[in-house]
Every structure is written in C-alpha cells, then in structure tokens.
C-alpha cells in the first residue's frame, strides 16, 4: 500500500472548476491523502481562493492563471510541485487540445502527470517520449490492470457482516463521493469504524485504501471487483461500516450506474443523493431526470433494500432556500433529508446508526 502523501501537487482545471466537468478537482480540493495540493489552474478564478469558491471556506488553496505561474509560485516556496493532476471531468473523459498542450508543459518543467481520463497519456507517442526524456512518470488511473488481476464475482461477498450502505445518486456528477466521504468521517468521528469503497478515479487520486474504477472495466469483471473490494476491506480492518461509492445513476441515459453496486456489493441500505434544482440529466438536454419517489422505487425494486436517507446537492439553491427544500423532500418521502455539506452528517449518521445497531 502506497504511503501518503506522494508529493506536493497542482491541479488542472482550466475552464471547468465550479462546474460538473471539474468534479475531480473539486474532490482533490476538499479531501486528498494522496497529495499536498498546492494550487488550482483555471484562469476564470485566478487570485481567489479554491475552497472558498467551491464552498465559501478557505482552504489556502490558490487558483491561478496557467502552468506556468502555478509551477513558478510552487518554486518560490519551500515546497515545489512534484506533480500534475488532471482535475478535468468531461463528458467523455476525454482531453481537449488545449489541455494536451498545457501536460506538454508541465511534463516539460519536470512534473509527473497523472490522469484519470479516457485518453492515455502514457499511450500517446509524444507525450510518453517528452516524459522519457524529462525523466518523470505518465500515470493513467483509468488503465485497468492486467485481465489476470481481476476477479469474476463468486460469492464470498455473504461472509461480509459489515452494515454495507451504497451511496447512490439520481444523477451523475452530483456529489456522491463527496457526501460518502462525509459521512465516512462522521462516523468515524463518532467512534465507528468505517471504510470508502471508491469506485472512480477521483476517490483513487484522493487516496482511498479500498476499490476500483468501474468505468475502466471489461463488464465480465465489475460485478467481482466490486465484491474483492468490499470483501477486502472487511477481510483486512473488520469495520462497523463500508460505504460504497455510486456511479452515475441507475436511469441516467448516458451513465446508468449502480446496477452492478447493488448486485455485487450486496448493500444493506442505501442512501441517495439528489439535486433538487436539476430538471435535466446532467449534460443531456432534454432528457428529464426521473421524479426522485419512482428513483426510489427503481432502487428498492431492484436491490430488496431499503433507501434509508436522502442527502441532497445544493447547486443552483440559495442558502436560505435549503431549510425548505429538505423540508419538503422529507415530507414527501418519509426519509431523513438534510444537505451534509453545508449542514453537518449528524442526522445522516443518525439513521446510519438505527440500521448497524439492528444488525443488518
């Protein structure tokens, strides 16, 4: 197991920080035990702070115009770049031209890259050479392993008696990951044990002991590196409780996630993420999200379990209106509604804790 932190980094995030397509950067803002960040590139928000932006709290964090500056200001200092993260989430995962010439950059000025996109670096014959010769490392998150390593499900997912809580969404790119971590840390902090299974490249750059990246896989081995993963965590630390990361959603046309976490992953209860301002599928004009009563029902029908909790997203939503929009989701759905971050896990946790101590 690696040890962290691995270096001091700068996240790329050119044109895309504060919305969906900058979700890896602003996971890397909030929580990483993988890297010292250092600084955010988007030149939309040079000079301000990149936690304050994300959630109106300093996190030291600058966001600065280029590569350049970036790498310029990481020397000026006791602490300089080691590394280049590609903080971009698009559609597609895939990296534009611009972003291309900015890793030539960086990979020019000494920095090791790692990227979590669809596009391999380390497979592109010009930036695997400009790397050679700069002497640093192209590291791909989403390269699956060798078919050799990977695991077809068999069922040792029933020896698991951790309480299992998938952290599903209603939509892509609405804060799963982040709300997972959350309660994974309250729970903890309230003196449970508790393990993140990640299931993306963002939660793999952030550092998580346990997991995979689903998207990456050949289908015939998701469903068993779901399993091994969960089954590992149990198998090694025993904790009260493992949280399982969700992808996508299980109706989302272009990403219909969650299907295999609730068939492989065996969950004891689930808790979904909704952003209630959202009418559309994110990135899909024109295909309306489902009403969040029938996504529950998909969810229940589908897995036998029950939805325990709704966590919601607070984009596009006024401070003063949260209070109310919780308010109105758990009158209509009879569930624990609260936004964790801006409010805190507690009542979350709480609803957590009635299921581990009926020993589900």
């Excluded at 964090?61 to 000026?76: F, G, K, M, N, Y």
């Excluded at 379990?305 to 596009?316: D, G, L, M, R």
């Excluded at 006024?318 to 759905?333: L, N």
Aim: aromatic share 6%; charged share 20%.
């Amino acid at each position: 197991m690696s040890t962290f932190p691995e270096g001091y980094a700068i996240v790329y995030c050119h044109g895309a920080f504060g919305t969906p397509n900058g979700k890896t950067a602003h996971g890397l803002v909030r929580r990483t035990y993988r890297y010292n960040v250092l600084s955010v590139i988007d030149s939309r928000y040079a000079g301000q702070d990149a936690g304050f932006v994300l959630d109106g709290m300093s996190k030291n964090v600058p966001i600065v115009e280029d590569v350049q500056t970036a790498v310029a200001a990481s020397r000026s200092g006791t602490t300089p770049a080691t590394h280049f993260v590609i903080g971009l989430a698009p559609d597609g995962g895939r990296l534009s031209p611009e972003a291309r010439d900015d890793v030539k950059e960086a990979i020019g000025l000494g920095l090791n890259v790692d990227c979590g996109l669809h596009d391999f670096l380390s497979e592109d014959p010009e930036l695997s050479g400009l790397a050679s010769a700069c002497g640093v490392r192209l590291r791909d998150v989403r390269k699956p392993p060798p078919r050799s390593e990977l695991h077809f499900f068999s069922g040792k997912i029933e020896q698991v008696d951790s309480l299992k809580i998938a952290m599903l969404g209603t939509d892509s790119a609405v804060g799963k990951r982040t709300t997972a971590w959350i309660l994974v840390e309250a729970l903890r902090a309230a003196g449970h044990t508790a393990e993140m299974i990640g299931t993306g490249q963002t939660a793999w750059m952030q550092g998580v002991r346990y997991g995979l990246i689903l998207d990456s896989l050949v289908n015939d081995f998701v469903a068993g590196e779901i399993e091994h993963a969960v089954w590992s965590a149990w198998r090694d630390v025993h904790p009260d409780v493992i949280m399982i990361e969700g992808q996508g959603s299980l109706m989302n046309p272009a990403y219909p996630g969650g299907y295999e976490i609730l068939a492989a992953g065996r969950p004891d209860a689930v808790i979904l993420q909704h952003a209630p301002a959202r009418k559309e599928y994110d990135g899909f004009p024109g295909y309306q999200i489902h009403p969040l009563h029938k996504q529950i029902e998909a969810i229940e029908l589908v897995s036998g379990k029950p939805v325990i909790a709704i966590t919601i997203n607070h984009e596009n939503l006024s401070k003063e209106e949260i209070p109310a929009v919780c308010e109105r989701i758990q009158t209509e759905t009879g569930l624990p509604t609260s936004d964790v971050l801006k409010y805190g896990a507690d009542e979350i946790v709480s609803s957590i804790l009635t299921y581990l101590k009926k020993g589900l």
